[in-house]
């Protein structure tokens, strides 16, 4: 390599010594920096690690190649390749044993002295080493020598041949008969041996690669191609091979060798050296003249169908060793990643090339992400609460205990969602309130106002203006009579209804929704709503009720004998208290209590504006109490609050309208709970609010999501309710099976149910549906194709064919399934295009992996990807 820029070689055998060659060989000891002194001699290669120089060669002048022997014994033995075509052996360790002495200074020559461009010892013979040559008229340029051939003795080197090193005159040891000669009248730019076989070399010639097998010589497997240089076998994949020409990386497949499967980004420069790395799979790195820049390309292998050309995947990536232009690199034998570097003037680098983080987030939030060949996976320590409370992990508990489903009992999906949230609690409440009204027959009072009914109190209350009736009541219980004015019409008992305050019908009694209120506990809240009904003594006799039960509050009883202090006069030391002292309670509807007797007539804002009592039992009051006016103000204030808030308790004033999805934007914006949004928007929405483009988003995101999740059952369930309520989103049939012969459908012919109204009698087919057969196209009257397995027309039903034999009914098919209209369908691989019943697919792919058809070797099963998935549903705890 005299005159040339430096190469660098890592031994074979020991992962701590390397060489340098240029104008003469160096060998290096490379080791872990202990300090961060450096010891006389050595040279630092990075902050871990410094070099030290063992040994130094310069007997071999002209080279310009080297190759390593590839075994352990002799260690040091190395052969290179000189400018006359001579291959001398020499070595740089202080081997003492007999056969490195028989070996060091052998001579290998060719018959007429040109320029020797490469070298390659075989990984299985070690004892054979390949030349390759300039091109000559009468010569071969590729040689194959066996080191362990006899000498020939000097008389015998023509003389012709100029010896260009000093000391070949003394030695004698000299070889002139290769083992093998190949490649008449060419060049040999580059070689490597293919691992699969010892006698197969590859071979980058002046204008071809070539493949030669030596059991052969007369023969040679060539692709005419420029990419000749620098061939080079990956490690992992023997069949994948890189070569260069110029700027241009060309990777070959040598069971395809007519073209490149791949060719890979042109550089501007020249290209030096390309080299697969040895300790990772499909890593190729490569350097350009001049440059400080290594690029790797990392290639991505996913499985293919047979057959399909598709190039693999390139990740490119560039990183820089070190400040000054590389003259080459070697990757380390066995250190991941790791590659030592040299600058043109013998300034070297220890460089480990990071590996890609790969993250990968799950839809069932674990954190994961490959570095290398390790797997890494986070978990917090500590804070399960927090993935607890993730969004995302209660829609997935939800999903699974079927929340939304219900459309029976509509206010229990607030159980299924584990009756934690108050707001998912009075939006199922409301919408069972009005799924029940819409629902009742007897709609006497409601008339044509059904529809009204999803549009919210908001709508309901604008629609009574007008026809409002003022009630003068009084207080019972009270000993002071005063009259205190109410509002009553149909539209504000709609409102009532809804609130939750009074069954439908034409009753205001509120004494079913007191009782439901005593059972669950909430003796605050039922004292309340009986007081907002003007009746003390039944707030009295809740609060008495609720302290003496078991998880009562004593302080009750301390409340009810203030009520029943109550007294209408303004100046009396009770209300003075009363007004006082009310703010220091905890309950809110206590608080509500209070303010309601202490207040003017028709001022009740103590009450309406009391923020923690719940948005139904407020608009409730408001529905008795304020005048048309003072309550259409109040609705529209309160339901922009809630709007702007995202509560979902404002449903019950938006209803499904226009508004309610505004509100609903809010509360997805908010928590990112689609699965709600979902839900309640398709409980009886209008068809326009619908096809409002949030609605659809929200919608499709839920189904992706538990797509995702692998809820599939999950995700047919919703998309029959879906269905269900709205059916302008039932798709339209996509897929048919179409007859081969004359295109048209027969895809009803092999259901169970005739098909508008052609019975299978029409084909000539009696006796139950189960039992039919159409093995015909009802178009065209040619026969359908056949089962694989059973050799009957497709169209037989499952349970019928004869080729089941009464075992196999009991081992895969039991009475459900022998019936189950999914066993008759028409099923087939894509790739091979043989297929059949699909009961019969099943059953056979179940124990094999080939398809059935006899002369096919076609892996259907392998080729679908998902086939092997099982629902997620199916493997929970």
């Given at each position: 390599?005299?005159?040339?820029?430096?190469?660098?070689?890592?031994?074979?055998?020991?992962?701590?010594?390397?060489?340098?060659?240029?104008?003469?060989?160096?060998?290096?000891?490379?080791?872990?920096?202990?300090?961060?002194?450096?010891?006389?001699?050595?040279?630092?290669?990075?902050?871990?690690?410094?070099?030290?120089?063992?040994?130094?060669?310069?007997?071999?002048?002209?080279?310009?190649?080297?190759?390593?022997?590839?075994?352990?014994?002799?260690?040091?033995?190395?052969?290179?390749?000189?400018?006359?075509?001579?291959?001398?052996?020499?070595?740089?360790?202080?081997?003492?044993?007999?056969?490195?002495?028989?070996?060091?200074?052998?001579?290998?020559?060719?018959k007429h002295a040109r320029q020797c461009n490469t070298l390659a010892w075989n990984p299985l013979d070690s004892n054979w080493l390949a030349a390759g040559l300039d091109k000559h008229r009468a010569d071969f340029s590729v040689l194959i020598w066996d080191i362990s051939s006899k000498y020939t003795p000097e008389s015998a080197v023509a003389t012709e041949k100029v010896r260009l090193s000093a000391g070949d005159t003394e030695s004698g040891l000299v070889v002139t008969k290769p083992l093998y000669e190949l490649g008449q009248n060419d060049a040999c730019l580059s070689l490597c041996w293919l691992p699969r076989d010892q006698k197969l070399l590859l071979a980058g010639m002046h204008r071809n690669l070539a493949i030669f097998d030596l059991r052969n010589t007369s023969q040679k497997m060539f692709v005419n191609t420029k990419a000749v240089q620098g061939v080079t076998v990956?490690?992992?994949?023997?069949?994948?091979?890189?070569?260069?020409?110029?700027?241009?990386?060309?990777?070959?497949?040598?069971?395809?060798?007519?073209?490149?499967?791949?060719?890979?980004?042109?550089?501007?420069?020249?290209?030096?050296?390309?080299?697969?790395?040895?300790?990772?799979?499909?890593?190729?790195?490569?350097?350009?003249?001049?440059?400080?820049?290594?690029?790797?390309?990392?290639?991505?292998?996913?499985?293919?169908?047979?057959?399909?050309?598709?190039?693999?995947?390139?990740?490119?990536?560039?990183?820089?060793?070190?400040?000054?232009?590389?003259?080459?690199?070697?990757?380390?034998?066995?250190?991941?990643?790791?590659?030592?570097?040299?600058?043109?003037?013998?300034?070297?680098?220890?460089?480990?090339?990071?590996?890609?983080?790969?993250?990968?987030?799950?839809?069932?939030?674990?954190?994961?992400?490959?570095?290398?060949?390790?797997?890494?996976?986070?978990?917090?320590?500590?804070?399960?609460?927090?993935?607890?409370?993730?969004?995302?992990?209660?829609?997935?508990?939800?999903?699974?205990?079927?929340?939304?489903?219900?459309?029976?009992?509509?206010?229990?999906?607030?159980?299924?969602?584990?009756?934690?949230?108050?707001?998912?609690?009075?939006?199922?409440?409301?919408?069972?309130?009005?799924?029940?009204?819409?629902?009742?027959?007897?709609?006497?009072?409601?008339?044509?106002?059904?529809?009204?009914?999803?549009?919210?109190?908001?709508?309901?209350?604008?629609?009574?203006?007008?026809?409002?009736?003022?009630?003068?009541?009084?207080?019972?219980?009270?000993?002071?009579?005063?009259?205190?004015?109410?509002?009553?019409?149909?539209?504000?008992?709609?409102?009532?209804?809804?609130?939750?305050?009074?069954?439908?019908?034409?009753?205001?009694?509120?004494?079913?929704?007191?009782?439901?209120?005593?059972?669950?506990?909430?003796?605050?809240?039922?004292?309340?709503?009986?007081?907002?009904?003007?009746?003390?003594?039944?707030?009295?006799?809740?609060?008495?009720?609720?302290?003496?039960?078991?998880?009562?509050?004593?302080?009750?009883?301390?409340?009810?004998?203030?009520?029943?202090?109550?007294?209408?006069?303004?100046?009396?030391?009770?209300?003075?208290?009363?007004?006082?002292?009310?703010?220091?309670?905890?309950?809110?509807?206590?608080?509500?209590?209070?303010?309601?007797?202490?207040?003017?007539?028709?001022?009740?804002?103590?009450?309406?504006?009391?923020?923690?009592?719940?948005?139904?039992?407020?608009?409730?009051?408001?529905?008795?109490?304020?005048?048309?006016?003072?309550?259409?103000?109040?609705?529209?204030?309160?339901?922009?609050?809630?709007?702007?808030?995202?509560?979902?308790?404002?449903?019950?004033?938006?209803?499904?309208?226009?508004?309610?999805?505004?509100?609903?934007?809010?509360?997805?914006?908010?928590?990112?709970?689609?699965?709600?949004?979902?839900?309640?928007?398709?409980?009886?929405?209008?068809?326009?609010?619908?096809?409002?483009?949030?609605?659809?988003?929200?919608?499709?995101?839920?189904?992706?999501?538990?797509?995702?999740?692998?809820?599939?059952?999950?995700?047919?369930?919703?998309?029959?309710?879906?269905?269900?309520?709205?059916?302008?989103?039932?798709?339209?049939?996509?897929?048919?099976?179409?007859?081969?012969?004359?295109?048209?459908?027969?895809?009803?012919?092999?259901?169970?149910?005739?098909?508008?109204?052609?019975?299978?009698?029409?084909?000539?087919?009696?006796?139950?549906?189960?039992?039919?057969?159409?093995?015909?196209?009802?178009?065209?009257?040619?026969?359908?194709?056949?089962?694989?397995?059973?050799?009957?027309?497709?169209?037989?039903?499952?349970?019928?064919?004869?080729?089941?034999?009464?075992?196999?009914?009991?081992?895969?098919?039991?009475?459900?399934?022998?019936?189950?209209?999914?066993?008759?369908?028409?099923?087939?691989?894509?790739?091979?295009?043989?297929?059949?019943?699909?009961?019969?697919?099943?059953?056979?792919?179940?124990?094999?992996?080939?398809?059935?058809?006899?002369?096919?070797?076609?892996?259907?099963?392998?080729?679908?990807?998902?086939?092997?998935?099982?629902?997620?549903?199916?493997?929970?705890?």
């Amino acid at each position: 390599m005299s005159g040339s820029k430096p190469d660098i070689l890592w031994a074979p055998h020991h992962v701590d010594r390397f060489v340098v060659c240029d104008s003469e060989l160096s060998l290096y000891h490379i080791e872990s920096a202990v300090s961060s002194e450096l010891k006389a001699g050595s040279l630092r290669l990075s902050e871990e690690t410094t070099a030290t120089l063992l040994s130094i060669n310069s007997d071999t002048p002209y080279m310009k190649c080297v190759a390593w022997y590839p075994k352990y014994d002799p260690e040091c033995l190395l052969a290179v390749g000189q400018a006359n075509g001579r291959v001398v052996l020499t070595s740089l360790g202080q081997d003492h044993n007999s056969k490195s002495k028989e070996l060091i200074g052998k001579e290998f020559v060719p018959k007429h002295a040109r320029q020797c461009n490469t070298l390659a010892w075989n990984p299985l013979d070690s004892n054979w080493l390949a030349a390759g040559l300039d091109k000559h008229r009468a010569d071969f340029s590729v040689l194959i020598w066996d080191i362990s051939s006899k000498y020939t003795p000097e008389s015998a080197v023509a003389t012709e041949k100029v010896r260009l090193s000093a000391g070949d005159t003394e030695s004698g040891l000299v070889v002139t008969k290769p083992l093998y000669e190949l490649g008449q009248n060419d060049a040999c730019l580059s070689l490597c041996w293919l691992p699969r076989d010892q006698k197969l070399l590859l071979a980058g010639m002046h204008r071809n690669l070539a493949i030669f097998d030596l059991r052969n010589t007369s023969q040679k497997m060539f692709v005419n191609t420029k990419a000749v240089q620098g061939v080079t076998v990956d490690p992992y994949f023997h069949d994948r091979v890189a070569s260069f020409y110029e700027g241009q990386v060309a990777i070959w497949d040598l069971r395809k060798f007519e073209k490149p499967v791949l060719t890979l980004t042109e550089q501007p420069k020249p290209l030096t050296k390309v080299a697969w790395c040895p300790t990772r799979t499909g890593l190729l790195a490569t350097l350009t003249r001049d440059s400080n820049i290594i690029r790797l390309y990392d290639m991505q292998h996913t499985p293919t169908p047979i057959g399909d050309e598709t190039e693999p995947t390139i990740i490119e990536r560039s990183v820089q060793p070190c400040e000054n232009y590389i003259a080459s690199f070697a990757w380390h034998p066995t250190s991941q990643n790791r590659m030592v570097v040299v600058t043109p003037n013998r300034t070297m680098s220890d460089f480990t090339v990071f590996e890609r983080i790969s993250l990968a987030w799950s839809p069932v939030t674990s954190l994961m992400w490959a570095c290398g060949r390790h797997l890494y996976e986070c978990t917090e320590e500590g804070k399960a609460s927090s993935l607890e409370k993730d969004i995302a992990t209660k829609m997935r508990l939800r999903a699974l205990s079927r929340y939304g489903l219900d459309t029976e009992q509509v206010w229990r999906n607030h159980l299924l969602a584990g009756n934690e949230d108050s707001q998912l609690k009075s939006l199922w409440y409301t919408l069972h309130f009005m799924k029940q009204y819409t629902e009742d027959m007897d709609q006497k009072l409601a008339g044509n106002k059904g529809s009204l009914v999803y549009a919210g109190i908001k709508s309901i209350v604008k629609s009574s203006l007008g026809t409002t009736e003022n009630l003068r009541h009084s207080r019972s219980g009270s000993d002071r009579q005063a009259d205190i004015i109410q509002y009553l019409s149909e539209e504000r008992s709609l409102a009532l209804q809804l609130c939750g305050w009074i069954k439908k019908g034409t009753d205001l009694d509120v004494e079913p929704f007191l009782n439901s209120l005593e059972q669950e506990g909430d003796w605050e809240r039922a004292a309340a709503v009986a007081l907002f009904n003007l009746d003390i003594r039944r707030a009295i006799q809740i609060l008495n009720k609720g302290a003496s039960s078991e998880k009562g509050d004593l302080n009750l009883n301390v409340v009810a004998m203030a009520l029943s202090g109550y007294t209408d006069e303004k100046n009396s030391l009770w209300r003075e208290m009363c007004s006082t002292l009310r703010l220091q309670l905890n309950n809110p509807y206590l608080c509500a209590m209070f303010a309601f007797l202490t207040s003017e007539s028709g001022s009740y804002d103590g009450v309406l504006y009391e923020n923690k009592v719940a948005v139904r039992d407020r608009v409730a009051f408001a529905c008795k109490f304020l005048n048309d006016a003072q309550l259409n103000r109040f609705i529209e204030k309160l339901t922009n609050e809630l709007k702007d808030a995202g509560n979902l308790e404002g449903i019950l004033l938006t209803g499904l309208t226009k508004d309610g999805v505004d509100l609903m934007e809010s509360y997805v914006d908010r928590t990112g709970d689609v699965q709600t949004a979902s839900y309640c928007m398709l409980q009886g929405s209008p068809s326009d609010v619908l096809k409002d483009e949030r609605v659809q988003y929200w919608i499709e995101n839920y189904r992706n999501l538990l797509d995702a999740w692998r809820f599939w059952h999950k995700r047919a369930e919703f998309d029959i309710h879906r269905s269900k309520l709205d059916p302008s989103s039932k798709p339209l049939a996509q897929v048919f099976v179409s007859c081969n012969f004359c295109g048209k459908s027969i895809s009803y012919s092999c259901s169970a149910i005739p098909h508008q109204g052609r019975g299978f009698s029409q084909y000539g087919v009696s006796g139950s549906p189960t039992k039919s057969k159409v093995t015909s196209c009802p178009g065209c009257r040619k026969p359908l194709p056949r089962c694989a397995l059973c050799l009957i027309n497709m169209g037989t039903p499952v349970s019928s064919c004869p080729g089941v034999s009464k075992s196999d009914e009991k081992v895969d098919l039991s009475k459900d399934k022998k019936l189950a209209q999914f066993n008759n369908w028409f099923t087939w691989c894509h790739n091979c295009r043989h297929g059949g019943h699909a009961g019969h697919m099943l059953s056979w792919f179940r124990d094999h992996t080939e398809c059935p058809v006899s002369a096919c070797s076609c892996k259907c099963m392998q080729l679908d990807t998902t086939g092997n998935l099982i629902p997620a549903e199916t493997v929970q705890p």
